[in-house]
C-alpha cells in the first residue's frame, strides 16, 4: 500500500460521503448554514487549512474543502502545511496573500503528477480549483494510472563500470582458453 494509494482511498470516500449525504455534507455548507458553530460566532476553521475565502469572510462552497484537502495532502507529503507562522492570524493572511510553496522544493521525492493535483487544489480561486471531489479522484486515478504504465516499461541500464578487483580474474581464466569473465 503506498501513500498515493492511500490519498486516492482517502478521496474515494469523501467522493462516497458527498454523493450518498448530498451537498449538505460538506464542511462549507454546514458552516454556511450555521450547524458547526453556535450562532454569532464567525465561522473559520482550522489556521493551517484554511481556504482563502473563509480567511476573507467570504461564502465557501465545496471548492472551500478541496481547498483544506489539498492543504492536508500538502502537509502529508511535505511532513509540514503549506504555510506556517506564529500566529493563527499570521496562518490565515498567508492562506489568502502568499504563493504556496512549490511541493517539489520541499518534498522532491513527491511525483510531478501528484504535486501538480495538490497544487491545484491550492488555487487562491474557487473557480481554478477543480470543481468537485469526483474530478479529484478522477485527476489521482489518471495519475496513478499513468505512474503504474511508467512503472512497467523497460527501464533502460547503464553499463557497469569494469570492477579494477576482477581484471585479474579476466586475465587468468583467458590464459586457460575461457576468454571470458568470471
Known sequence: LTMLGII???????????????AEATIADQINNGRMVPAGWVPLGT???????????EHADARAD????GATF???MAGRPPFQGASAAELIIKHYEARVPPLHQVAPDVPTAFAR??????RKKPADRYQDACQVL??????AQRDRQADRRPQRVAPADPVPELEHVVQVDAKFGHGGAV
Do not use: D
Not at 47 to 57: D, M, S
Not at 66 to 69: A, I
Not at 117 to 122: A, D, F, P
Open 66 to 69: 478541496l481547498y483544506s484537502l
Open 74 to 76: 500538502y502537509h502529508l
Open 8 to 22: 486516492i482511498g482517502v478521496a474515494a470516500v469523501i467522493v462516497m460521503i458527498a454523493v450518498s449525504a448530498g
Open 117 to 122: 493535483v495538490i497544487h491545484r487544489l491550492l
Open 138 to 143: 478522477e485527476a489521482l486515478e489518471t495519475n
Open 47 to 57: 489556521p493551517l487549512y484554511i481556504p482563502p475565502e473563509c480567511a476573507r469572510g
